[in-house]
């Protein structure tokens, strides 16, 4: 892949079949992750396991939506619109059980972690882009606290650069450690 | 005799033996040429005796007796006494030289002669050395007898004290003498009856005891105290403590017993046991009381089982158990006594009652668990220390307790005292789960979501200044003309459905105002129906095409690669290198990656655009920096750069104040719990 990643031209053909080959293997492994999913939760209501009742409506859900697609294809507009009024809601409830979260550290980190490096960088950083993000600095109009405030916000993307280049080479290294197998699989 | 005594000469003065050679005796020096003299022969001058030697010899030729055979005649040196005694011929028949024999021996002291008494000196010696040596086979064996029982008795003597650190076991003559001793009921009248006892009976030998006992009694009749009475033997570890005893006795007790005046001018402690006293120091005075009773206990329970007799011994049960309870208290009292000897104000460091017990290292199991359990003695004790001085500036340092020490030892005492009882177990200590906590916080939220709705929706003031990737994208789409493709790849969840759909739906009224060409894909299966509320939004006909392509963008990498692919088949896009812009509506900067990465190189003249959540958004700035992304729009901030009347501006402003005020507060908090830590230090 990283030969016919590199020579593009002239590995054109070899990485469009290997692509095809992971596409098959990340649709089997699909259906053999949903198969999986399912029998689990058979096991339990079949045992009466503790929670039996959520892997009872779990197994209902996925009948109803199995067969209902079946029958009326996936482009059907009732079953689009079925399926997006039940999972809108739910999705976006958890993610703003994600504010409550980081609202909660924002109170504890302090008392939790202390006084260190990287708990004041953290809390000096968010106090700022939080008053940023606010936008009453940026409506001052005052030139150079917009030169400042253009300046701050640029740094992210610094950060953000050294974060690529960090994945880019770890991946790279985790790659040939595989390779050479210098790396076991996650089940050793 | 046998043949060595045979080949030696015996000494005739000593009867050693010698060498056959040897001339003098080796052992008394005495010359011991006599043996070579013959027999009978006179001592005479050498002229003599050869004149007279022919004269001997022509006789005894002559002489028809001796014509005998010579086995049948014994020679004269073997039996001299026998030939001497039982003359076996007639006078008149005796020869000349035997009468001549005879009447020198009459006429000689040393008639028997010199090999003779020689022998008999030497059978007398040895019949001298045989008596003695039966003699002193006889006393060394006594003497081994002798030295066998002091052995065992200093053997027995020594394993006593470690028999007396078990609690559980007392020994035999602990338990005698603890039986011989009287009890506070009894002591009256054992000690008069000891007392008549030595009266009437004078002991047999006058033992270093016996004459101690008669010392005191002197002693004591000089004192004005005459009616004290001697102590028995065995109760001379009692005699010991009377100085302290004597305050603590019941008043009934002072009136059977003589009273005690002048407490410090008499006392019956023997004067060895005084300097003995002394010596000893304090952490030892339990043992030398101990051993006090070991060395006077073998003799007076002699004694006293002499005195009492059956009686004693039939007492000794009844006796055993409440001396066994009062032993520690007589211990105590033992050493009071000892200590009494030094200044009085040297028993006020010994004040707590407790910590002075185990001070002295008593064990637990010997103390009894009631004190009303505890002997006379041992009540009467704690009156006594409760009125000793307290002062300690006159105790020795060595005898004071200090605090830490005191306070150990009644955390000791109160742990003896609780033991056994129900006690409640150490509760742990709760950690706050912090429930109330996210309670408060998240009514914080929702009172600030619920003021908000109230208030209404708010746009973000068109003044808002926008941010320079917002600025290039609209500026993109303002580029656009009419029957541009733009393919609108739409891969994002139902969570941020809301933020992204407010983001692209006023993007994409533009577009379809500006005349573009739209082609609208999905990778995933929930964008199929995310689609249909993203393009109500945008005001776009509802029939407007969404495709779903399988595997991911995996199958773009691959249409990318092989254009030929993407013509064949049913595949939705044919070629994506007709398309003028590529809109990336994501909530994953890691698949905007993929395209940018895997898929942009494939297609040179292709541009990308993205439209991402503010979480995002920094890890697209360096893609937007290198020109891999014309512009991107992200999060709530970046909101005016279309009309969109859905979204409001305003609680996302309080969601931010909110975070803002709670991150102060944990500042704020973590700030006050450190001075309060601090001044409880410096207050500690």
Known sequence: MLAAMFFVPQGGSILATVLNWMIIVAGVALLVA?????????????NGKKGFLLSLVLVISFLATLVFGLLRGVDDPVFLKWVGAVIRPIETALLGLVALVMMSAALKIFRERGWSALTVSFGVSAIIFLILGLGFLQNLNFPALNGVITFVEGLPMIGARGLLIGIGIGLLMMAFRVLFGMEGSGND | MTEDHSELNLCPNCGKENLPMATRCVYCGSEMESLFTISGQAQMPDEEAEDSLPDIIEEIRNDPALQIPAEEHPSPESQPA???????????????????????????????????SGTMAMDAARSEEGSAGVEGEFNAWINRIREKNQQESSVRARQLPGESEE????????????????HPEEETTHELKTRSNYADELPREWTDEALDELRRQDLAEDHAQETQ?????????EGEKLPAEAQAKEPSERTQEEPEPGEDEFHNIPDDEDEYLEEVPKKDLTQFTEGEEETISEEAVAEELEIEGPEALAEEPELQGKEILAEPGQEIQQQKTLQSEEPVAEESALEPEKSEKFEQGEPESTLPQDESELPSEGKEAQP???DQPRDSTAVPPDLLLLRDQQDRASLLASLIEQEGRVTAGKQPARKPSGRAGRLAVALLLLFGLIVSILIGPAAIPPETPKSIPAIALSDQIQAMAENDQVLIVLDYQAATSRELEALTAPL???????GAELAILTTQPSGLF???????????????????????????????VNPAISTTGSNPVKDLRSFKLVLLVSDSSDNIRGWLEQIAPWIGTLNFAAVTTQMEAPVLSPYFDSGQLIGYAAGIADGNIGVQSTFSY??????????????????????EADAIRREEERSE
Not at chain 2, 169 to 175: A, D
Not at chain 2, 508 to 514: G, N
């Open chain 2, 384 to 386: 006594e220390e409760s």
């Open chain 1, 34 to 46: 949903i198969a999986s999913l399912v029998l689990t939760h058979l096991r339990f209501i079949a």
């Open chain 2, 82 to 116: 026998d030939q001497a005694d039982e003359p076996t011929l007639p006078g008149d028949q005796l020869p000349d030289w035997l009468a001549k024999v005879r009447e020198r021996a009459q006429e000689e002291e040393d008639a028997i002669g010199g090999l003779a």
């Open chain 2, 167 to 182: 609690p559980d076991q007392v020994p035999e003559w602990l338990q005698r003498i603890r039986a011989l001793q009287p």
């Open chain 2, 530 to 560: 995310l689609a249909q509320t993203l393009l109500a939004q945008a005001g776009l006909p509802e029939d407007t095409q969404v495709d779903y392509l399988p595997g991911s963008y995996l199958s773009l990498i691959s249409q990318a």
């Open chain 2, 229 to 237: 009475p001697l102590p028995a033997a065995g109760a001379f570890a």
């Open chain 2, 508 to 514: 994409l009224e533009q577009l379809h105002t500006r």
């Open chain 2, 650 to 671: 305003r609680a996302y402003r309080v969601g931010l104040l909110l975070m803002l005020v709670m991150l102060l507060l944990g500042m704020i908090s973590k700030a």
